[in-house]
Nanobody, 123 residues
Framework: QVQLVESGGGLVQAGGSLRLSCAASGRTFSIYAMGWFRQAPGKERDFVAVISRSGGSTYYADSVKGRFTISRDNAKNTVYLQMNSLKPEDTAVYYC????????????????WGQGTQVTVSS
């Protein structure tokens, strides 16, 4: 099993930046593609970004492309989400997740989930 713990959320003004981290337990971190999802109040949990096992490939939702960057450090069992030029519509709980499948965007292909971290962007 893999346990995931997110951190780095908070309150930021529009145009600001935040960096989310997701620390994974276990020594098998590098076998999983890692994704970030977000869920705003009253809405479904949506895909944000995913990174391949090696970190060599990434894919983003159109809504965050050019503003967010996903990365990972397999030596530290950690995946990151750098969020720049934040907008009020980015306000949500952000979840990291681990997948045995490469670069999938559907929630059903993710095996393990963190508890989430709140990101609030004020206008």
């Amino acid at each position: 099993q893999v346990q995931l713990v997110e951190s780095g959320g908070g309150l930021v003004q529009a145009g600001g930046s935040l960096r989310l981290s997701c620390a994974a337990s276990g020594r098998t971190f590098s076998i999983y593609a890692m994704g970030w999802f977000r869920q705003a109040p009253g809405k479904e949990r949506d895909f944000v970004a995913v990174i391949s096992r090696s970190g060599g490939s990434t894919y983003y939702a159109d809504s965050v492309k050019g503003r967010f960057t996903i990365s990972r450090d397999n030596a530290k069992n950690t995946v990151y989400l750098q969020m720049n030029s934040l907008k009020p519509e980015d306000t949500a709980v952000y979840y990291c997740a681990a997948s045995r499948y490469p670069l999938y965007t559907d929630r059903e292909f993710y095996d393990y989930w963190g508890q989430g971290t709140q990101v609030t962007v004020s206008s």
